[in-house]
């Protein structure tokens, strides 16, 4: 009887090896592929919002070199999409954000421009570069990663 146990017993434990060693193997795959496409999620995400807040903030920086007066409402987006950088993005990002809030709402208190002056405004200043070249920088990170 022995000699038929051990053969047995050595084929089921080969096989029952060989099933959590392929068991294993898909799972830590499928890991692998949920975390790339959580991390490219993110990442997609992130880009969406910095896409977003740079046309909200070339838009209202537009505007507060022409006026003087602002409605708060139109500075409230603004600030909402800095509020959701504040869950997605580095401190980086959110300081060159706040910075760029902060220039568009000086900019509304200052004097208004006169369209003459456009050519000497932007050479001497970007309102968003601080903030473009944070997110260069974070997204080049994530996709170091």
Known sequence: MDMFVIPALASFSG??????????????????????????????????????????????????????KSEV??????????????ILSSDAVIEAAEKAARLILNTYLSPNR???DLPDLINEMDPLRDFSEACRCELQSSHAR
């Open 15 to 68: 096989s029952a090896s060989g099933t959590l060693a392929s068991i294993v193997t898909n799972w830590v795959t499928q890991r692998r592929k949920d975390r790339a496409r959580h991390s490219l999620r993110a990442t997609s995400q992130r880009e969406e919002l910095y896409k977003t807040f740079i046309e909200e903030a070339a838009r209202l920086y537009a505007d507060a070199i022409v006026n003087d």
């Open 73 to 86: 409402s139109k500075l409230v987006d603004l600030y909402a999409l800095i509020a959701r950088m504040k």
């Open 114 to 116: 006169k369209f003459v």
